[in-house]
């Protein structure tokens, strides 16, 4: 077991500090976070993996849908205006379902925000994700954080430009992969990398690649915490989807103030001494360059690196983890009134332990009843309602489409044998990638006959069409009664079209004109 005195300080200095804001236009100071370990690092090595390995290979899963469409997985076929998931096909005018998704990711983000603070931007967020995996890049051609900060202020070498040569070239082999790998969710992957390699790629397929080739390099490499601090909104947003419950990263200074790196003299002494120990092992780890000790502040994204930090130093001195951790502020506050007495003097850790040295009964601990609130059933609800309402309209919306258009001018004809006729434009939509033979039935209008444009077939009041697959099918349709059977000026029927394989069917009710009083 480690004396304090024999726990390294780290010469870290919190870039980001609330206590001294730096100026908007101030210049930036480097930040040289120290690697970390522990859960948290852990568990971000984990995501980290999952989102890059969904993002780079998902372009290149295959999905079966028949000869008749892409074979690719997940497409955004702009070219013919369709959206391919899986199994799920998606229509132009079906883009209420994008809107639902971006409506349930919106609720969601409130939901983890509610709950577990900013999760999403510790984690999972792609300015996050880029930036941990540059910093891998950077850690192993440059070292950890004392050897890049020797760098860093180090003339210049040629064994400083080979690293920092080596290190930007392999950022923008990254970023190149990242853009290129952007491209591929929009055409067939194996066709547009071959076209890419070639040199016969359309334009627009290399000016993508150089955008955010260029993005993800700035924003990735060279930009890293400006972007959460001054280009991204949520920071600014989040305060709102907060309570007192919603878990954040907190340290707990009822239990580390005050602070000492010589406790056995101060203890001695009679002062009054924290777990703390004033190390900065937490600043040295943040990459947004903040002391958490300062309390909560914009910067920080919860990545809970200062926790696996704290940790660790917690279990060199053989005391309890928790120094830092995630909290809630109500259980903030009800521990530091414990430890200032109810607020009435300063933090006396004696106040929040035993004579024994553990932890007296009355502190509050978090526990995973605390974020199922009011508030997080809600969200919970509905995040749960719309993600159910698309489930049900996809799981039963019709693959067959039917719409059909009046001509204005002339609104009718009278033939030479005294019969009225009107024109319509008809649409017939498969919007399945298969083949089909539609039939396209008149109901209703006595004595009513129709004939299609193209079809070499005698009038009839039905007709077979065939439909190719995922295509929209134009018909010119002229429809004849007698006047003899002609009763009103406006008479309504029905055009209905009906698959007889799937036995699918769809309706439209049309208007017939003719002159008034049969003129």
């Known amino acids: 077991m480690l004396d304090q005195t024999q726990v390294e300080r780290l010469e870290a200095e919190a870039v980001n500090s609330a206590k001294t804001r730096q100026p908007l236009y101030a210049a930036r100071k480097k930040i040289f976070p120290k690697r970390a370990s522990g859960r948290f690092r852990q568990f971000k090595w984990l995501v980290m993996a999952i989102t890059l390995g969904i ?6 899963l295959r999905w079966d849908r028949g000869p008749f469409a892409p074979d690719q997985a997940v497409l955004i076929d702009l070219a013919n205006r369709r959206f391919y998931f899986f199994f799920v096909e998606i229509w132009p005018q079906e883009f209420y379902y994008v809107a639902g998704l971006l409506m349930m990711a919106g609720v969601g983000l409130f939901l983890i925000t509610s709950t577990v603070g900013r999760a999403w931007c510790g984690y999972t967020c792609p300015q996050t994700v880029w930036v941990d995996l540059f910093l891998v890049v950077e850690r192993a051609i440059e070292g950890d954080r004392n050897a890049r900060i020797k760098l860093d202020a180090a003339p210049w070498s040629a064994r400083k430009l080979f690293l920092r040569a080596s290190k930007h070239i392999i950022w923008l082999v990254i970023a190149v992969a990242t ?27 290399y000016v993508t690649i150089l955008v955010l080739t260029g993005t993800t390099y700035v924003f990735g490499g060279l930009m890293r915490e400006q972007v959460c601090t001054y280009m991204c909104p949520w920071p600014r947003i989040q305060a709102a989807m907060l309570d007192e419950n919603s878990l954040t990263v907190t340290y707990n200074d009822w239990r580390g103030e005050p602070r000492s790196r010589h406790a056995k003299k101060a203890t001695a002494a009679g002062q009054s001494v924290g777990d703390c120990v004033d190390c900065n092992a937490c600043v ?93 059933y809600i969200y919970l609800a509905v995040w749960s309602a719309i993600g159910l309402a698309l489930l049900y309209s996809l799981l039963t919306r019709e693959r067959l489409e039917l719409s059909v258009l009046h001509d204005r001018n002339p609104q009718f004809v009278t033939l030479s044998d005294g019969s009225i006729r009107n024109g319509y434009t008809i649409k017939l939509l498969n919007m399945i990638p298969e083949p089909r033979t539609i039939e396209v039935t008149l109901e209703g209008l006595e004595g009513g006959e129709m004939s299609i444009v193209g079809v070499d077939q005698p009038p009839s009041r039905s007709f077979a069409i065939p439909v190719e697959p995922d295509r929209l099918k134009m018909l010119k349709v002229f429809v004849r009664q007698p006047a003899d059977r002609i009763k009103d000026p406006v008479q309504s029927f029905e055009f209905r079209i009906q698959d007889k394989a799937s036995a699918e069917s769809a309706e439209y009710t049309a208007s017939f004109n003719a002159p008034e009083n049969g003129k």
Request: charged content about 15%; hydrophobic content about 45%.
């Open 179 to 205: 853009g290129g790998a952007w491209i591929f969710y929009f055409a067939d992957a194996p066709t547009l990398l071959s076209e890419v390699v070639t040199g016969t790629a359309a334009p627009v397929a």
């Open 55 to 60: 993002y780079y290979l998902t372009p290149w």
């Open 284 to 376: 040295a780890v943040c990459p947004m360059g903040i002391d958490i000790r300062d309390g909560q502040q914009l910067e920080c994204i919860t990545c809970a690196l200062c926790i696996d930090a704290c940790d660790g130093v917690m279990d060199k001195l053989g005391r309890e983890r928790g120094l830092i951790s995630y909290a809630t502020l109500s259980d903030y506050n009800a521990n530091m009134a414990l430890a200032t007495a109810g607020g009435s003097g300063p933090v006396n850790p004696a106040l929040v332990r035993t004579a024994s040295g553990a932890f007296v009964d009355g502190l509050a601990h978090f526990h995973l009843g605390k974020i199922f609130r009011l508030r997080t």
